[in-house]
């Protein structure tokens, strides 16, 4: 079946490095995502990993993907009050037939807090 | 850029009653979704359409129904409101290609009293 598992918490110090790790099951997810949602806000992409690389740098985000243990972590360097936020991973699974819509399996978020 | 709009961001409703909420995306996208939110549990999908006048059932539909009359509008109606339907509600619209990127609106916010 479908499950994407995430801690609920997470709270650093403004400049440390944060991560958030994320496990999930199905292995025919050809995308990982991480979103990010401000209080009050939607979901905002913030980062996808193609499932055939197993690290993604984008300036302060890096992307981590084992796809033999299927964890995905994101690592925010230099992490700012502005950071502050629930982040959640998501998968792609291909339904019967090879086909997803674009469906997604969220995790249940992380919230991320971060103190000055 | 894309933008996806829902008609509320706060609704307060009575038990029993029928509740229509509307998600409206601008960039000629053939996919929608209506999740609802609760803190704990993440995102769950309540129902998708991947082209007009087509919807499939997502993991919790009971309760809802969906209507997708234009492809720039997708509908979610709460036939008779229960107060376990309380919840933040957010729709997406899906970038067909390579990456499945889904696009979300600001949510509304649900009380059923």
């Known amino acids: 079946g479908e499950d994407v598992e995430q801690s609920l918490f997470l709270s650093v110090r403004e400049g440390d490095s944060s991560v958030i790790n994320c496990t999930y099951t199905?292995?025919?997810?050809?995308?990982l995502y991480w979103y990010k949602q401000e209080p009050g806000a939607g979901l905002q992409l913030l980062t996808y990993?193609?499932?055939?690389?197993d690290m993604k740098q984008d300036q302060r985000l890096t992307v981590l993907l084992n796809k033999k243990d299927k964890h995905l972590s994101l690592r925010i360097a230099d992490t700012q009050t502005g950071d502050s936020a629930i982040y959640f991973c998501?998968?792609?699974?291909?339904?019967?037939?090879?086909?997803?819509?674009?469906?997604?399996?969220f995790g249940q978020g992380t919230i991320l807090t971060v103190h000055p | 850029d894309v933008k996806v709009t829902q008609s509320s961001r706060y609704l307060v409703k009575r038990t029993g009653e029928k509740v229509f909420l509307e998600c409206v995306q601008d960039?000629?996208?053939?996919?929608m979704f209506w999740y609802r939110q609760d803190p704990g549990l993440g995102l769950r999908l309540i129902y998708f359409s991947y082209d007009v006048k087509m919807k499939e059932k997502g993991d919790i539909p009971e309760g809802y129904s969906v209507s997708r009359e234009k492809k720039e509008r997708f509908s979610l109606i709460l036939e008779s409101a229960s107060t376990n339907q309380t919840s933040m509600y957010l729709c997406?619209?899906?970038?067909?290609?390579?990456?499945?990127?889904?696009?979300f609106g600001p949510g509304t916010r649900l009380t059923v009293l």
């Open positions: 199905d292995s025919s997810s050809t995308y």
């Open positions: 997406a619209s899906r970038q067909t290609g390579y990456t499945d990127t889904q696009y």
């Open positions: 960039m000629d996208h053939e996919n």
């Open positions: 990993i193609f499932s055939n690389m």
């Open positions: 998501a998968e792609s699974p291909l339904g019967a037939g090879g086909t997803s819509y674009g469906k997604l399996t």
